[in-house]
C-alpha cells in the first residue's frame, strides 16, 4: 500500500501477522491448559478457579498490543529497525546469549524487588492474586511492570538492531520463546519428561519447569527465576520442595469422577463457548457475535476436528460436597440430533461415554440436552435395556426439571397455556398440574388428544382444548412458532419446559429460562456458564443427576421411570441449590 518501494519494509509488515501469531499461540496454550486440568492427570495445584479470576484475567491480550504499538513505533524511528533481513545467524546467537546472561539476572532481581512490600503491595500482588494459575496468569501485571518487562526483554533485541545484527527470524522466535515459556510456567500442568533432565543434568540450571513457578505462585518467597533457575541455586532461594513437587506431579493420575453430566455442541460456534475455547466468552452467557463470521476459518477447522476425533472429550471438572464431577462434551451438533441418519452414530457415542463411565467408577452419568431424546434413544432407556447390571444410574432428570417448573409458576395461578413437542417433561409437568386443580389449555387439538390419552385418573377434567390465547402464563417448549407469540397479550410470562429456550420476539412479553437452578457457592471450580444461563446457574437435567449421587439413590431415572417430584424438589433445596427468580422484564 506504500506508493513508494524504497519506503517498502517487510519486517515493518510482518508486524501485524506476527501480534495474530502471538495472539493464536497464547490462546492454543489456553486451550490445551484447560483441557489438562480438566482432566487432572499431572495436574500441580489442585485449587480451584472462580469468575472473579477469569475477569480479571480477561484482558491478557493487552500486553500484546502494548508491544505492537512499540514495534511499530520502533520501525518508523529507527533507521536499523527497517528493512530487516529474514535470518543472520549471528543475530540470533546474540540474542539468546544477551538473553541467558544479563536478561535472566536482572530479571531474578528485579522480580525480588517486586516482592518487597512496598512494590508488591502496588503492583506484583496483582499477578499473585491467581494462586491456581492459566496460562494466561503469566501476562497480568500492572501497566508499569509491562514497561519494565519490555524495557528488560528488549535488551537483546535493541542490542542486535544496534549492532546491524538482527533479523526477523531472531526478533520473532526470541518473542515466541518467551511467550512459550511464560505459557509453560503458568499452564499448572507438569509436562517436561523425567528423561529430559536424567539426559542432561545441568538443564535444570537452565530451564525450569512448570513446578517450579508453581511453587513461586503458592510460597512467595522463592523461586524468583525467569526461566533459568541458575540464579535461585547461587542465592540460595530455590525452594526445597521443587524436585518433590515435579515428582508428585508426574506421578499424579487422571481424576476419577463421581458425576458425569453427557453434553454435546449446540452451534458450530458454540466451541468458542466452552471452557475450552475463549476464557472470556465461556464466562458468560451463550450470545452470538458479529466477529465469528470474521474467524470462519477457525470455526471449519474446528468442525473438521470434531469429525476426524469423533470421540466424547472433558470439559470441566468441579468439587461439591467431595463429590468429584465432570461435564463431558458429544462432538456432535444440535442439528445432527434431528438427522435420522445419525442417530446410529451418536448412540454409539453415548453408549461408549455410559461404558468408560463405568469403567472409571461414576456412581451416576446424567444426559443433557438431546442426549436423552425419546426417538433417539427412548429417555436412555435403551442403555439400561442393553446392559441390566450396569453400576453407573443413568439420570434423565425429568423429575427435577418438572419440580422447578411447578415452582416457578407464580402463585395463585388457576390456567396455563401448554404448547410446544410433547415430551416426558410435558406430560409429567401436565398431570400434576391438573392434580393440583389447575387448568391446562392446550391450542393444538393433536397436543390435547396425546395428553388425554396418557391421563389415567380424573384429573383430565382440568386438561381443555382451546384456541383462546388471553391466558398469560404460557408453558413452552420446541415448536412455539412465531405466528403463536405474536397473538399472546402484553405481559405474558413464558416458561420454557425445553432443554433450549425458545426465541425472543416480543419486548413487552417475559421470558423465564429452561429448568434452572442456582448452585450453592460451595460448588467449587466453576468459572464457565452453561450454555444461555447466567454465571453459577446450571440446568435442573443435570442438577438431578448431582443430587441422585448425593442421595446415593440406587435407581436408574431415565425411559418411563421417574423418581418422586416432591422428594427430588426437597433434596435439592437441602443441599443448596435455589431456585430462579422469575423476570421482572423482558431483555430481548
Not at 509491562?146 to 526470541?174: K, R
Not at 468439587?319 to 465432570?326: A, H, V
Not at 437435567?541 to 426437597?570: D, F, P, Y
Amino acid at each position: 500500500m506504500v506508493k513508494d518501494k524504497s519506503e517498502r519494509s517487510l519486517s515493518n509488515f510482518l508486524i501485524f501477522p506476527f501480534l495474530l501469531w502471538r495472539m493464536l499461540h497464547n490462546q492454543i496454550w489456553i486451550s490445551l491448559s484447560r483441557y489438562w486440568t480438566a482432566k487432572g492427570k499431572n495436574s500441580i495445584v489442585d485449587k480451584s478457579i472462580e469468575f472473579e479470576q477469569v475477569d480479571r484475567e480477561s484482558n491478557w491480550d493487552d500486553q500484546i498490543l502494548f508491544n505492537g504499538a512499540l514495534f511499530y513505533l520502533a520501525s518508523k524511528t529507527l533507521t536499523q529497525a527497517k528493512n530487516l533481513p529474514l535470518w543472520r545467524t549471528d543475530g540470533v546467537i546474540m540474542t539468546f546469549l544477551l538473553h541467558s546472561g544479563p536478561v535472566e539476572f536482572l530479571y531474578y532481581w528485579l522480580h525480588r524487588a517486586l516482592h518487597h512490600h512496598y512494590l508488591y503491595s502496588r503492583y506484583h500482588s496483582h499477578h499473585h492474586s491467581s494462586i491456581a494459575t492459566e496460562p494466561i496468569t503469566s501476562v497480568i501485571h500492572p501497566f508499569a511492570e509491562h514497561i519494565a518487562y519490555f524495557a528488560l526483554f528488549s535488551i537483546p533485541m535493541l542490542t542486535a538492531l544496534l549492532t546491524d545484527t538482527a533479523s526477523i527470524a531472531s526478533i520473532a522466535s526470541y518473542l515466541t520463546y518467551i511467550d512459550f515459556m511464560n505459557n509453560m510456567g503458568h499452564c499448572n500442568h507438569e509436562l517436561i519428561p523425567k528423561w529430559l533432565f536424567s539426559i542432561f543434568p545441568p538443564l535444570k540450571y537452565l530451564m525450569y519447569t512448570p513446578s517450579f513457578h508453581s511453587l513461586h505462585h503458592t510460597q512467595f518467597r522463592t523461586n524468583y527465576s525467569l526461566f533459568m533457575p541458575l540464579y535461585d541455586y547461587i542465592y540460595s532461594t530455590m525452594d526445597k520442595s521443587t524436585d518433590e513437587l515435579y515428582e508428585i506431579s508426574l506421578r499424579r493420575e487422571a481424576e476419577l469422577p463421581d458425576v458425569v453430566h453427557l453434553t454435546h455442541l449446540t452451534t458450530p460456534e458454540s466451541i468458542y463457548h466452552l471452557r475450552l475455547g475463549f476464557a472470556s466468552l465461556a464466562s458468560k452467557p451463550y450470545t452470538s457475535k458479529w466477529y465469528f463470521s470474521l474467524i470462519w476459518p477457525v470455526t471449519l477447522w474446528s468442525m473438521m476436528l470434531n469429525w476426524l476425533y469423533g470421540r466424547t472429550f472433558i470439559v470441566e471438572r468441579y468439587r461439591f460436597n467431595k463429590l468429584r464431577l465432570q461435564s463431558w462434551v458429544i462432538p456432535k451438533y444440535r442439528i445432527q440430533y434431528f438427522l435420522q441418519w445419525q442417530n446410529e452414530t451418536i448412540n454409539n457415542l453415548i453408549e461408549e461415554a455410559i461404558l468408560e463411565a463405568e469403567e472409571r467408577g461414576a456412581k451416576v452419568l446424567s444426559l443433557g440436552l438431546l442426549n436423552q431424546g425419546e426417538e433417539l434413544n427412548r429417555y436412555g432407556a435403551l442403555y439400561v435395556e442393553r446392559y441390566p447390571k450396569l453400576n453407573v444410574k443413568v439420570v434423565d432428570g425429568s423429575s427435577l426439571a418438572v419440580a422447578v417448573l411447578l415452582n416457578s409458576i407464580p402463585r395463585g395461578t388457576t390456567q396455563v397455556v401448554l404448547r410446544g413437542k410433547l415430551t416426558k417433561v410435558a406430560y409429567a409437568l401436565a398431570f400434576n398440574l391438573c392434580q393440583r386443580g389447575i387448568k391446562v389449555l392446550t391450542i393444538r387439538e393433536d397436543e390435547f388428544l396425546k395428553l388425554n390419552k396418557s391421563f389415567n385418573t380424573n384429573s383430565e377434567s382440568n386438561l381443555i382444548f382451546s384456541i383462546s390465547y388471553s391466558q398469560k402464563i404460557w408453558l413452552v417448549g420446541d415448536g412455539l412458532d412465531e405466528e403463536e407469540q405474536l397473538k399472546v397479550p402484553k405481559g405474558t410470562l413464558f416458561i420454557p419446559f425445553s432443554q433450549f429456550p425458545p426465541k425472543k420476539l416480543r419486548k413487552d412479553c417475559y421470558y423465564h429460562s429452561p429448568p434452572a437452578m442456582v448452585t450453592p457457592r460451595s460448588l467449587e471450580n466453576m468459572h464457565s456458564c452453561e450454555n444461555w444461563f447466567p454465571r453459577r446457574v446450571m440446568n435442573a437435567w443435570r442438577i438431578a443427576g448431582i443430587v441422585h449421587a448425593l442421595e446415593g439413590w440406587n435407581a436408574h431415572e431415565c425411559g418411563n421411570t421417574m423418581s418422586n417430584i416432591e422428594k427430588v424438589w426437597q433434596a435439592s433445596l437441602q443441599h443448596g441449590f435455589q431456585p430462579l427468580l422469575l423476570p421482572t422484564e423482558s431483555k430481548c
